[in-house]
């Protein structure tokens, strides 16, 4: 569904407890002075959203700028998730780790908590019990997951009695996470898609800013706003740059065609995206290594190779 460029821009400024704003602003890999000052800038600039994460190892720096800013807490919407570590997310240490987050974030309440990522080893009736009580009790507004798959996301449904309200995962140009996507759009469930740049590579897709010059926009604002016109999608890229801010929220005023829409969809991607899709050769690796390589060293091999 392709939304009004009116009505998307209206849901960006829009905030308070239960909207989330359609484009957020992410703070992964920054810390400090310097996501402090991205975080503050993006609020004067206009973002109304910030998503940030235990793991990130930020939230003081993001509450703070939240709090020395013009902008009411109120009219922020703040996300804040909790390692999907078993030993964190079972009922009392997951109670535990959201009053740790709510103590760094120097704020009485989360406006989304989220499970960062699943860990089979752990009980996810026991993680959302907690969750569920941290919403009977006012400290957190919505709760959601990270990086479920369809099938943990259906367990999740089941199991909580507050609604799950998004699903968190990478969707983006390169990498399109359409089972998920289909899923929430089915269920109502917002759909927020991290890495929207795909770290940074669809800012200089050659395809895109072909499309983007049509409208005398980059390859950036084009990656964004064919996220934005996906129904029930919202997005939070990240810069700690200010023009960068500024850029990625001025995707308001134009809208990609229905045929445009197709064509971001096919772009190709490099190697890494190609060759990590399912049925690619390194997703095929990753099969055959199996359970003889874990994760991390996997992950760290490929991240040396990227
Ligand atoms: N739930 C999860 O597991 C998970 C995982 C990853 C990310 N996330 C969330 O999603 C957010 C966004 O994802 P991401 O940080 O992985 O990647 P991203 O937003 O796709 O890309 C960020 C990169 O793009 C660059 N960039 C931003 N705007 C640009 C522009 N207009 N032109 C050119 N370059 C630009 C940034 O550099 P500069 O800073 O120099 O502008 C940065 O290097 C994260 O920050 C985090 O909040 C969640």
Redesign the pocket.
């Known amino acids: 569904m392709v939304q009004s460029s009116k009505a998307a821009r209206s849901e960006v400024e829009s905030s308070g407890q239960n909207t989330i704003p359609q484009l957020g602003f992410?703070?992964?890999?920054t810390g400090g002075y310097t996501c402090f000052n991205a975080v503050q800038h993006a609020l004067e600039v206009g973002y109304r959203h910030i998503?940030?994460?235990m793991a990130?190892e930020n939230e003081a720096a993001v509450g703070r700028a939240i709090e020395v800013s013009d902008v009411n807490r109120d009219d922020v919407f703040l996300t804040t998730?909790i390692k999907g570590y078993p030993e964190l997310v079972e009922y009392d240490r997951l109670l535990e780790a959201a009053e740790g987050c709510l103590q760094r974030l120097g704020t009485d309440y989360i406006d989304l908590l989220?499970v960062?990522?699943w860990n089979p080893a752990a009980d996810m009736e026991s993680t959302l019990a907690a969750m569920d009580r941290l919403v009977e009790e006012g400290t957190v507004n919505n709760i959601g997951v990270?990086?479920f798959s369809v099938d943990q996301l259906r367990q999740a449904i089941r199991l909580s009695d507050s609604p799950i309200r998004t699903n968190?995962v990478?969707h983006?140009a390169y990498w399109q996470s359409d089972d998920v996507v289909k899923f929430c759009q089915e269920r109502d469930i917002t759909v927020t898609a991290?890495?929207?740049?795909?770290?940074?590579r669809?800012?200089t897709d050659e395809q895109l800013a072909a499309i983007g010059d049509r409208y005398g926009k980059?390859a950036?604002?084009v990656a964004v706003r064919w996220l934005l016109q996906q129904e029930n999608v919202v997005t939070?890229?990240?810069?700690?740059?200010p023009e960068?801010t500024r850029?990625?929220m001025d995707v308001f005023d134009f809208s990609l065609t229905e045929q445009e829409m197709a064509e971001v969809s096919n772009v190709e991607g490099p190697w890494w995206y190609r060759t990590n899709r399912e049925g690619g050769e390194l997703h095929q690796l990753r099969g055959a290594l199996g359970a003889v390589v874990p994760d991390s060293a996997y992950n760290t091999v490929m991240s040396r190779i990227r």
Do not use: C, F, M
């Open positions: 992410g703070t992964y890999r998503d940030t994460a990130y998730k989220l960062h990522w990270s990086n968190q990478k983006h991290y890495s929207p740049l795909a770290e940074g669809l800012a980059s950036a604002q939070i890229p990240k810069t700690v740059t960068h850029r990625n």
